[in-house]
């Protein structure tokens, strides 16, 4: 499982400590193109990196991914997007779908202290969705905020977790409805 917390950060460990006695191992996703790693391989402190937590450990792998996300800003700045995602393979399915056990409610507390920034907000306060498959007609479901159907946004998730384009189908869903206005991804 991954959980992504897009931001701006300098960080050179390979773990990352969270609480007392939790270890939390962690990839590094330099901005593109790659000029920022060094011919070794290793990381070079950049000002724009994607840090992406490993929860469990996962193989980087050109399998999409299922899971649910936030885009975050205020006052339409350029939003930030946290996620949590699995790969396709290691989804159960259940009743002919695949989706993620966790929820939204269930996940933010743990955004929440990776990013005490996100502390006085409530899990709905900021656009959300998540991404699930469906067997029937093997379509890959995208279910947001209305205030997310729009290009940038969904790219951002679709090329992200390496989702099928020719299979998805976008859905809005009154269930996720937010108080915040956000701006395009970084």
Same mark, same amino acid.
């Given at each position: 499982?991954?959980?992504?917390?897009?931001?701006?950060?300098?960080?050179?460990?390979?773990?990352?400590?969270?609480?007392?006695?939790?270890?939390?191992?962690?990839?590094?996703?330099?901005?593109?193109?790659?000029?920022?790693?060094?011919?070794?391989?290793?990381?070079?402190?950049?000002?724009?990196?994607?840090?992406?937590?490993?929860?469990?450990?996962?193989?980087?792998?050109?399998?999409?991914?299922?899971?649910?996300?936030?885009?975050?800003?205020?006052?339409?700045?350029?939003?930030?997007?946290?996620?949590?995602?699995?790969?396709?393979?290691?989804?159960?399915?259940?009743?002919?779908?695949?989706?993620?056990?966790?929820?939204? #409610?269930?996940? !933010?507390?743990?955004?929440?202290?990776?990013?005490? @920034? *996100?502390? /006085?907000?409530? $899990?709905?306060? &900021?656009? +959300?969705?998540?991404?699930?498959?469906?067997?029937?007609?093997?379509?890959?479901?995208?279910?947001?905020?209305?205030?997310?159907?729009?290009?940038?946004?969904?790219?951002?998730? #679709?090329?992200? !977790?390496?989702?099928?384009?020719?299979?998805?189908? @976008? *859905?809005? /869903?009154?269930? $996720?409805?937010? &108080?915040? +206005?956000?701006?395009?991804?970084?």
């Amino acid at each position: 499982m991954t959980l992504h917390l897009g931001r701006r950060i300098a960080v050179s460990d390979d773990q990352f400590q969270m609480g007392v006695g939790s270890r939390i191992g962690f990839t590094l996703e330099a901005p593109q193109p790659r000029e920022n790693w060094s011919e070794n391989g290793k990381f070079k402190r950049v000002s724009n990196v994607y840090l992406r937590m490993e929860i469990e450990p996962t193989i980087p792998s050109n399998e999409p991914r299922l899971g649910l996300f936030w885009f975050i800003a205020e006052h339409r700045r350029p939003s930030r997007s946290a996620s949590l995602s699995r790969a396709f393979s290691q989804v159960t399915e259940v009743a002919g779908f695949k989706t993620l056990d966790e929820g939204h #409610v269930d996940v !933010w507390p743990t955004v929440q202290r990776l990013d005490q @920034t *996100l502390l /006085d907000y409530d $899990y709905d306060h &900021f656009p +959300r969705g998540r991404v699930n498959w469906r067997k029937s007609d093997d379509r890959w479901l995208l279910v947001l905020d209305p205030k997310l159907n729009r290009a940038p946004f969904i790219a951002h998730i #679709v090329f992200g !977790w390496k989702i099928p384009r020719s299979r998805l189908l @976008t *859905l809005t /869903d009154i269930h $996720y409805r937010s &108080f915040a +206005r956000v701006g395009p991804p970084q």
